[in-house]
């Protein structure tokens, strides 16, 4: 079984920073590829970025490309999203997932386990 706790979230405005982090445990973490997702009212969970499980290859989705960067701390179990010059679209709940492919996942069927979510709301 595997525990996945997202934090950092919050209010900002536009423009500003934020980093999530994701801790988890119960299972060998760096053996398997990471992913975050948002999820917005009224729309469809969506990948924003994905690791490797050693943390060399990324994945962005258009969207985020160039304002947001995943990395990961394999010693310390934790996944990060730094998000930058954050929009109003980002607006949405963030959830943490991880994939037991060794490689990079883009769908959402592909990860197996998931956190409870943290929510970014950005104002304008």
């Known amino acids: 079984q595997v525990q996945l706790v997202e934090s950092g979230g919050g209010l900002v405005q536009a423009g500003d920073s934020l980093r999530l982090s994701c801790a988890a445990s119960?299972?060998?973490?760096?053996?398997?590829?990471m992913g975050w997702f948002r999820q917005a009212p009224g729309k469809e969970r969506e990948l924003v970025a994905a690791i490797s499980r050693s943390g060399s290859s990324t994945y962005y989705s258009n969207s985020v490309k160039g304002r947001f960067i995943i990395s990961r701390d394999n010693a310390k179990n934790t996944v990060y999203l730094q998000m930058n010059s954050l929009k109003r679209e980002d607006t949405a709940v963030y959830y943490c997932?991880?994939?037991?492919?060794?490689?990079?996942?883009?769908?959402?069927?592909?990860?197996?386990?998931w956190g409870q979510g943290t929510q970014v709301t950005v104002s304008s």
């Open positions: 997932a991880l994939s037991h492919s060794l490689s990079i996942m883009t769908r959402v069927d592909e990860y197996e386990y």
């Open positions: 119960g299972r060998t973490f760096s053996s398997y590829a």
